[in-house]
């Protein structure tokens, strides 16, 4: 751990406000033990400092990243950031700050590098289910999905979907996380969107979700079940967005 006087910093949750957070502790020389979002109750001890997004800082930091250390260390912390890893951004900081005086760490068994990616490997299992498990619904042409990860897998979701669905547009909403990814017109974004209040589907979605129900009944063979090994495969979690369980 650093030897600089350690503080509590407040962010806006974003990543680019995570690396202007970064740069504010190597240019103060402030070991940040704790980061806070606005909305979060700020109880701490050490000194408290709010950190403006600066997305010109942040790139700098980006920049740094690229150029100083390695692509292994850049996507470990990009990635690692989208985990729901408790307290993720001081592990990722430590991460950091490790590699910059110590040089790039690539050996899996370093603590520091180990539980970024233990919860990296959540968020990849993570999103290869939700590759197969999320649902769509058509409302007027657009297509409208929702989902509760832990993890926020739409950035790691928008590619395949993207490339899935050209010629569509469609939407899929993050629960946990309030935001959305949204594409049309062969452009994306992901936004933050606090709540989507869907109307009734109409009759030709309903015999849509009918017809893939019936699907999925008639495939099944009775004698086989085995609802276990369905849950480990496809977890109760997912189940109230699954239509054919539903």
């Keep these: 751990m650093s030897t600089w006087p350690q503080v509590s910093l407040v962010y806006d949750g974003s990543f680019s406000g ?3 957070c970064v740069a504010h502790s190597f240019r103060d020389k402030e070991y940040p033990f704790y980061f806070f979002t606005p909305d979060e109750t700020q109880t701490t001890l050490y000194p408290l400092r709010e950190i403006v997004r600066c997305d010109a800082r942040s790139k700098q930091v980006y920049s740094l990243l690229k150029a100083k250390l390695s692509p ?24 950091i700050y490790a ?11 370093d603590e520091r590098l180990f539980i970024l990616n233990k919860a990296i490997r959540h968020l990849m299992g993570e999103c290869e289910k939700y590759l197969g ?11 409208l999905s929702e989902i509760s990860p832990q ?13 899935r669905f050209p010629n569509e547009t ?6 946990t996380h309030k935001e959305a990814l949204f594409y049309t017109e ?5 936004l933050p969107l606090e709540e989507l209040v869907l109307d009734s589907p109409g009759e030709s ?24 090994l369905q849950r480990s495969h496809m977890p109760k979690r997912y189940h109230k967005h699954i239509t054919e369980l539903n």
């Design 170 to 175: 469609f939407l899929i909403y993050d629960l």
């Design 205 to 228: 979605e309903l015999q849509l979700r009918a017809l893939w129900k019936q699907f999925f009944q008639s495939i099944s063979i009775e004698e086989r079940s085995n609802p276990a």
């Design 18 to 20: 995570f690396l202007c």
């Design 151 to 163: 993890n926020r897998v739409l950035p790691l979701l928008r590619a395949h979907f993207c490339s």
């Design 186 to 190: 062969r452009k994306w974004r992901i």
């Design 99 to 109: 590699c910059a005086f110590g040089g790039p760490i690539h050996d899996p068994t």
């Design 72 to 95: 292994f260390v850049r996507q470990v912390v990009e990635y690692a950031f989208l985990t729901c890893l408790p307290h993720r951004e001081r592990h990722i900081y430590d991460y």
């Design 133 to 143: 498990f999320v649902r769509f619904s058509d409302y007027e042409g657009m297509l």
